[in-house]
């Protein structure tokens, strides 16, 4: 679990590929601190688990989904990442909760700043829309991020200074793909009533998502004196 609050931006050093299988090396400095092997780690939002640890870096395995589902088999050697280490029972949650469970990834479609605001626009792809609300929370690329407009699949974060330089988000361009995590509170509302979160063949298909056999239904709740 995370919060959506990057502790540092890392490079990466080298990555490996095989089929479906990848070994990718992060340099870093401030997430190496008390990090063992077997921890997570949120990269550019994608939890994976650490597979070693050197003094200035750390490795990584990254599998078929993860490959399937996020940017990460798109990363190159000298890329700017976001970091993250997984939460404690002592830390402070400032973001939001974030499993750094990628539910797809988005097309960064418009960027502008305008004084000291910033604004990034991304298009979801079709069906992921119903779980993202104005003035809700979403992680891009591993950041927690208000939704300051929502029009159909288009969702615009409005981003402080600091978080422009703090984290990766700066170096975006348009066309750029981003990894995409949903609230995980408007998932588990969705599968209540009977919308899951469709899985990544499905979104952008016309219909998607379609309705499932949930067990709570709007009558249940009017019923209730909801």
Not at 72 to 99: D, I, K, M, S, Y
Not at 184 to 203: N, T
Request: net charge negative; charged share 20%; proline share 3%.
């Amino acid at each position: 679990m995370f919060t959506g609050l990057v502790e540092e931006t890392g490079r990466i050093r080298s990555v490996s590929r095989s089929g479906a299988y990848q070994r990718m090396s992060v340099d870093c400095r401030t997430v190496l601190e008390g990090l063992s092997v077997g921890d997570s780690v949120g990269i550019d939002g994608a939890c994976q688990t650490v597979a070693a640890v050197e003094s200035s870096a750390f490795s990584v395995d990254t599998l078929a989904e993860s490959l399937r589902k996020t940017t990460l088999g798109e990363f190159g050697v000298g890329r700017r990442v976001n970091l993250e280490r997984a939460v404690t029972p002592q830390t402070r949650l400032g973001g939001h909760f974030v499993q750094g469970h990628v539910d797809a990834t988005a097309t960064v479609i418009a960027i502008s700043r305008d004084g000291a605001n910033g604004y990034l626009t991304v298009d979801l792809p079709e069906g992921l829309e119903l779980y993202v609300v104005r003035e809700g929370s979403v992680a891009l690329n591993g950041v927690s991020l208000t939704i300051a407009r929502l029009d159909r699949t288009e969702v615009t974060v409005n981003i402080i200074p600091v978080t422009w330089e703090a984290t990766t988000l700066g170096d975006l361009r348009e066309g750029a793909r981003v990894n995409v995590e949903v609230d995980i509170i408007g998932r588990y509302v969705a599968k209540m009533l009977g919308r899951e979160v469709p899985d990544r063949e499905s979104l952008g298909r016309p219909g998607a998502p379609a309705a499932g056999a949930g067990s709570l239904t709007p009558e249940q709740l009017s019923a209730w004196g909801y």
